[in-house]
């Protein structure tokens, strides 16, 4: 059964991957008293994608398996997971673009 599309899920499984980075961190020592905590952003973006790439890969299964008559799919589920996967990689483009606009206005900037 796939379970109902949670509005919040990519932002919250945001924050626990930069949860978890910064309990790696500090039980490494990495952190000095008074730092910024350090995260590292690139395995945060990556884990995103990757979560939203796994979301599309059971997309694609479950479409594939309805095709060839499966019993045990339904078309619900079939279609709540075709939407989940499709939200979760509307949103993947919004934090891009939001990230290209960032860059770029950073760099407009004068020094």
């Given at each position: 059964m796939i379970n109902g599309?949670?509005?919040n899920q990519l932002l919250t499984h945001m924050r626990a991957?930069?949860?978890q980075?910064?309990?790696q961190t500090q039980s490494t020592g990495e952190l000095k008293q008074g730092s910024v905590d350090n995260v590292d952003f690139s395995k945060l973006i990556k884990s995103a994608v990757d979560q939203v790439n796994e979301t599309q890969q059971a997309s694609s299964k479950l479409k594939t398996a309805f095709e060839m008559g499966d019993p045990n799919v339904t078309l619900a589920d079939t279609m709540i997971a075709s939407q989940k996967a499709s939200v979760a990689f509307e949103a993947t483009v919004q934090v891009r673009n939001k990230l290209v606009q960032a860059y770029e206005d950073?760099?407009?900037m004068s020094v």
């Open positions: 599309i949670d509005p991957a930069q949860a980075a910064t309990q950073v760099m407009r």
